[in-house]
């Protein structure tokens, strides 16, 4: 039922009215929308542990967010035929190259607000380029990319310690066993969304040579994996009872887990760019989303 409805959904009605869906496509490709889900998630922590939100490091998420996707946009693809997406990028190079230029310099300019933590964020951002790197067209990038075996849980590994860990150690309200049980659980969720993503290329990567885990696996081994992950995401986020954290605020970490549950099969079928760019990394954020807003509307 839930496949019927999405399939008749928001995106076929939008394609009627041309002007909504390319504001829509301009907000989501140009990486402003990925931009603001990283800062809610980043938020999100900081609201959930009732820590100290860091300014400083709401500006290194927000331009590093834009500086490091503005930047895999405007690499080369790998793949012979170009996506939707990859066309929309390849004609607004200027408007691209702009936003990454910018980016880099609020970026540069954040981390030096934060160079107490530099042991922290050098880290991440070296490995945040040598994800984008596999997209360079020649030295030792090209293997990288092709043998890449572990691209998804590494992904998702980075969303999580942009996300989770930096929120908590930049605010000094030191690290416990709830924030470990946390992101385990934004981990495997945001490693099941990862697997959608990288389920969406299999065929095209395959027939490119590139190994990753989804690339080795079948489509049922996939899905297993996909739906264990969400169980252990949904455990990690029920067990934090024990951490003396509300119900309400477990529900809410938890809402978009059994959401992707429920999405799978649409997802592992469609290839609909807006689909993924804009409903599933929304999802990503919903429980920050959710949460921020029951807060502000609490006081």
Known sequence: MLHHFIKAGV???LSKYPLPLKALRFFVFSNIFITICALIMSLYTSVFFSAAISSKLILFTAAGTLCSYSLHWLLPSTHTQLSPREKWSAS???????????????????VTLLTGHI?????????TFLYSSGKLPR????LFRKYFIGKTIYLALMWSMVTVYLPVVISNSGWNGSHTIFLV???????????????RD??????????????????????????????????AGISLIFFSFPAQEITILNFPVL??????????????????YFV??????????????YAVILG
Request: glycine share 6%; aromatic share 16%; hydrophobic share 60%.
């Open 139 to 142: 030295g030792p990038f090209v």
């Open 202 to 235: 299999k065929e095209l990567d395959t027939q490119q040579g590139i190994k990753s885990l989804i690339t080795i696996l079948s489509h049922g081994r996939i899905k297993n994996l996909f739906f264990f992950s969400l169980l252990l995401s949904l455990l």
């Open 92 to 110: 607004h190079r200027l408007f691209l190259t702009v936003l990454f230029l910018a980016g880099a310099a609020v970026s540069v300019y954040s």
């Open 11 to 13: 995106f076929n009605q």
């Open 119 to 127: 042991w922290e964020l050098l880290p991440l951002i070296i490995l």
């Open 280 to 293: 599933l990394d929304g999802l990503m954020m919903l429980s920050g989303a959710a949460a921020i807003i």
């Open 259 to 276: 959401i992707a549950a429920a999405i799978y099969k649409f997802s592992s079928r469609t290839r609909s760019e807006l689909w993924f």
């Open 185 to 199: 659980n934004r981990f495997f969720f945001l490693f099941a969304i990862c697997i959608l993503f990288d389920l």
